[in-house]
């Protein structure tokens, strides 16, 4: 099987921010592979604009080197990066002042798609709005992409969305969340809505609980101050595994229209149970034989933050009112491995007796590494001598069962040739954004109040023994944390 790529139309593509980290390790190697794959027309251009000094030359230098760190060595051929880089251009731009506007509105063609993508700090999207729309540079139909954090708590996203808004209407806005360009994760919508096998099972009548875990096996590093203004919810929960909560519980839409779907994921948002603080871990990590703790990475001898956060939730509507989902994000665990888990609820009458380690029917989706699905079903053990039953995967994996499975397109490749359809089905709405916030600010602020530290736990395991016994108190258990 062999992907089908359907270019789009022309278009000049501003990356504010183009010589930062994120543009040069994936928004500039995205845009050169879908260069390979034929997706960006005749005429396309990605103009980079920043502080730094650069001219065309110094710029596509810069475009080369990321290129050629960031993208498989087999597709570095001369001629096609050459070719890609004659459709770049640098512009010096001062996001806070006048410097490079004029200069930018200038190379503004007529009749071609314009998006503005702020790969910048979330306190220059209101500037940059501004004198995109003050220097008319932005018109009705440009987009722009804006990375998050989108604010820190609901005040914050509230005000960041009413300066958005300002400029921009709520169709031009792409608020983006890379864990939905995954292939695997548009995969989940395809499953459930594409098929008949596991809709009519999608209900707490069938589902005894789903499992939410993305584990990191990295610290904070370089990001530490940074992260310790935020910790793992505002990184992580409030957003990534909000998300993949919302595309596994949501009602199917009445069609795959972008409204549509972001509809049934608000309403999941606002039929979230407010979670009992006993019903949540946080951790933070101790330091290793080689590595240093969570306190030495933040350089912050008294932190509160965490690092690790367990939870267990509920969803009150029809569907899933007494189906607990459990969500598990955290650095310095054993692995790096994101996936979601559904677990079915064993048959209501063995005809087999009971068999220890029989377990019920559970659907993985790999969001990484190695993306795919398998399902775990109950067959006979093969050979004589009475009926043993034990567990084998039914195994999809992309790499292996599609014809180009090694080189899936990364998820900003996806969601950027999403921003220039005009597709924004896999993108935040701000109303989603604020719900979302206003479901994660009481749990922050009870902390706050509580004042209570999180529990330190060693590296390279699967986080707080608190943790464990979230399940354990249930009689359930955390799938192991592997590749």
Same mark, same amino acid.
Not at 141 to 154: A, Y
Not at 278 to 294: A, F, K, L, N
Not at 422 to 440: C, H, S, Y
């Given at each position: 099987?062999?992907?089908?790529?359907?270019?789009?139309?022309?278009?000049?593509?501003?990356? @504010?921010?183009?010589?930062?980290?994120?543009?040069?390790?994936?928004?500039?190697?995205?845009?050169?592979?879908?260069?390979?794959?034929?997706?960006?027309?005749?005429?396309?251009?990605?103009?980079?604009?920043?502080?730094?000094?650069?001219?065309?030359?110094?710029?596509?230098?810069?475009?080369?080197?990321?290129?050629?760190?960031?993208?498989?060595?087999?597709?570095?051929?001369?001629?096609?990066?050459?070719?890609?880089?004659?459709?770049?251009?640098?512009?010096?731009?001062?996001?806070?002042?006048?410097?490079?506007?004029?200069?930018? !509105?200038?190379?503004?063609?007529?009749?071609?798609?314009?998006? @503005?993508?702020?790969?910048?700090?979330?306190?220059?999207?209101?500037?940059? !709005?501004?004198?995109?729309?003050?220097?008319?540079?932005?018109?009705? $139909?440009?987009?722009?992409?804006?990375?998050?954090?989108?604010?820190?708590?609901?005040?914050?996203?509230?005000?960041?969305?009413?300066?958005?808004?300002?400029?921009?209407?709520?169709?031009?806005?792409?608020?983006?969340?890379?864990?939905?360009?995954?292939? #695997?994760?548009?995969?989940?919508?395809?499953?459930?809505?594409?098929?008949?096998?596991?809709?009519?099972?999608? +209900?707490?009548?069938?589902?005894?609980?789903?499992?939410? #875990?993305?584990?990191?096996?990295?610290?904070?590093?370089?990001?530490?101050?940074?992260?310790? &203004?935020?910790? !793992?919810?505002?990184?992580?929960?409030?957003?990534?595994?909000?998300?993949?909560?919302?595309?596994?519980?949501?009602?199917?839409?009445?069609?795959?229209?972008? *409204?549509?779907?972001?509809?049934?994921?608000?309403?999941?948002?606002?039929?979230?149970?407010?979670?009992?603080?006993?019903?949540?871990?946080?951790?933070?990590?101790?330091?290793?034989?080689?590595?240093?703790?969570?306190?030495?990475?933040?350089?912050?001898?008294?932190?509160?933050?965490?690092?690790?956060?367990?939870?267990?939730?509920?969803?009150? +509507?029809?569907?899933? &009112? =007494? #189906?607990?989902?459990?969500?598990?994000? =955290? &650095?310095?665990?054993?692995?790096?491995?994101?996936?979601?888990?559904?677990?079915?609820?064993?048959?209501?009458?063995?005809?087999?007796?009971?068999?220890?380690?029989?377990?019920?029917?559970?659907?993985?989706?790999?969001?990484?590494?190695?993306?795919?699905?398998?399902?775990?079903?109950?067959?006979?053990?093969?050979?004589?001598?009475?009926?043993?039953?034990?567990?084998?995967?039914?195994?999809?994996?992309?790499?292996?069962?599609?014809?180009?499975?090694?080189?899936?397109?990364?998820?900003?490749?996806?969601?950027?040739?999403?921003?220039?359809? =005009?597709?924004?089905?896999?993108?935040?709405?701000?109303?989603?954004? $604020?719900?979302?916030?206003?479901? #994660?600010?009481?749990?922050?602020?009870?902390?706050?109040?509580?004042?209570? &530290?999180?529990?330190?736990?060693?590296?390279?395991?699967?986080?707080? *023994?608190?943790?464990?016994?979230?399940?354990?108190?249930?009689?359930?258990?955390?799938?192991?944390?592997?590749?």
């Amino acid at each position: 099987m062999v992907s089908r790529v359907i270019p789009v139309e022309v278009f000049d593509l501003v990356i @504010f921010g183009g010589t930062g980290d994120l543009a040069r390790r994936k928004i500039l190697p995205g845009l050169y592979r879908r260069f390979l794959a034929g997706q960006l027309p005749e005429g396309a251009r990605i103009i980079g604009a920043a502080r730094a000094d650069f001219d065309d030359a110094g710029y596509r230098q810069f475009v080369n080197d990321a290129i050629c760190e960031f993208v498989k060595s087999s597709r570095h051929d001369k001629a096609h990066i050459d070719e890609f880089l004659s459709r770049i251009k640098y512009l010096p731009v001062d996001a806070l002042g006048d410097a490079g506007w004029q200069g930018l !509105a200038s190379l503004m063609r007529p009749n071609v798609i314009r998006a @503005f993508y702020f790969s910048v700090a979330p306190r220059l999207f209101g500037p940059l !709005a501004e004198r995109l729309h003050d220097h008319g540079i932005a018109d009705a $139909e440009s987009r722009i992409v804006v990375e998050k954090p989108f604010g820190r708590d609901l005040k914050s996203a509230k005000a960041l969305n009413a300066v958005l808004a300002e400029s921009f209407d709520e169709h031009q806005i792409y608020r983006i969340d890379h864990y939905l360009g995954k292939e #695997t994760v548009q995969n989940l919508m395809a499953v459930r809505f594409g098929n008949m096998l596991f809709e009519p099972l999608w +209900n707490s009548q069938y589902v005894d609980h789903i499992q939410i #875990t993305v584990a990191e096996s990295v610290g904070v590093g370089g990001r530490g101050s940074y992260y310790d &203004k935020s910790g !793992a919810i505002r990184d992580m929960v409030q957003n990534h595994l909000m998300q993949l909560l919302c595309l596994i519980a949501m009602e199917p839409p009445s069609e795959f229209e972008p *409204d549509a779907v972001r509809d049934e994921k608000l309403k999941v948002i606002r039929a979230l149970d407010a979670p009992d603080q006993q019903d949540i871990v946080r951790g933070q990590y101790r330091s290793g034989e080689d590595t240093p703790s969570y306190r030495d990475d933040a350089e912050n001898d008294e932190s509160t933050t965490e690092s690790f956060i367990a939870m267990k939730l509920g969803i009150s +509507n029809w569907r899933w &009112k =007494g #189906t607990p989902i459990y969500l598990r994000t =955290g &650095k310095r665990l054993r692995e790096r491995t994101s996936e979601i888990a559904v677990v079915f609820k064993d048959p209501p009458h063995s005809i087999f007796g009971e068999q220890e380690g029989r377990r019920g029917n559970v659907l993985v989706i790999r969001l990484q590494p190695n993306e795919g699905m398998n399902l775990r079903v109950t067959i006979k053990e093969p050979g004589p001598g009475g009926m043993r039953l034990i567990e084998v995967p039914l195994d999809m994996s992309f790499a292996e069962a599609l014809a180009d499975g090694d080189d899936i397109p990364d998820a900003y490749e996806r969601l950027i040739m999403d921003v220039m359809r =005009g597709n924004q089905t896999l993108f935040m709405r701000g109303d989603e954004v $604020e719900a979302a916030w206003a479901w #994660t600010d009481p749990i922050i602020q009870a902390w706050e109040d509580a004042r209570k &530290k999180p529990v330190e736990y060693d590296p390279g395991g699967s986080g707080p *023994d608190d943790s464990l016994m979230l399940l354990h108190r249930d009689g359930r258990r955390w799938r192991e944390i592997k590749a």
